[in-house]
């Protein structure tokens, strides 16, 4: 594992979300470009970026809990390694099975421990990006910017499919008797409503 985000945040592993959010805040604060000399401006932002990564992974319950699942599985991992050693330089005239044994065991761990570890790098990179891309759009708004997000052929999709649900929705209700007679009732004794229907209807006649 690259990076321990306990150690970045300066923290233990026990820390409740309360502290970690409060180490996050004192750390961002501590290490913001724009309260830096020029010449340090550049270090503190990399410093900022894995200050917002670490605090991504670890104010996130399930994100904190696979990253934690990942940091135990390496410490028993490197265990295993480490007794494994020891017991093949404490014991050079081991059994030759045994000793087949041990090996394909321990290239068993490693190829486990390299499959979780890719699965890892995998998450850790697009919570990297994420976290890279919510601390710029943060510093923007920061600095007066206003974002605006071009909506995709998707979302637009969305919007016609609910305009469409609601309009049959609509149409469904008028043909219930009551609410008919609810908005025929409201129609002819509110006079402003009865002026805006005959608008829209003379509007389409």
């Known amino acids: 594992m690259n990076k321990n985000y306990y150690d970045i945040l300066q923290i233990n ?4 979300p309360e502290i970690i959010e409060k180490a996050y805040k004192t ?9 830096q000399e020029e010449s340090n401006k ?4 990399e410093i900022l970026k894995e200050i917002n990564e670490a605090y991504e992974i670890l104010s996130n319950p399930d994100k904190k809990a696979l990253y934690d699942q990942n940091l135990k599985d390496e410490t028993i991992s490197n265990i295993n390694l480490n007794s494994f050693n020891s017991t093949t330089n404490e014991n050079p005239e081991t059994d030759i099975n045994q000793k ?3 090996e394909i065991r ?4 490693e190829l486990e421990y390299k499959r979780q570890q ?3 790098q995998e998450q850790m990179e697009q919570a990297r990006q994420k976290a890279y891309h919510d601390a710029y759009i943060q510093d923007l708004k920061n600095r007066g910017y206003k974002i605006r997000y071009k909506k995709s052929f998707k979302d637009y999709l969305k919007g016609i499919i609910s305009i469409i649900i609601v309009i049959i929705v609509l149409i469904l209700l008028w043909h219930v008797p009551f609410i008919q007679n609810f908005f025929m009732n409201l ?6 409503i009865h002026y805006v229907v005959d608008i829209f209807s003379n509007l389409f006649n």
């Open 187 to 192: 129609y002819e004794n509110n006079q402003t």
């Open 106 to 109: 321990k290239e068993q761990q």
């Open 13 to 16: 592993q026990n820390a409740s």
């Open 100 to 102: 087949k044994f041990d």
């Open 27 to 35: 750390l961002a604060k501590k290490y913001h470009p724009d309260l």
């Open 118 to 120: 890719l699965q890892y």
């Open 42 to 45: 550049k270090e503190a932002e």
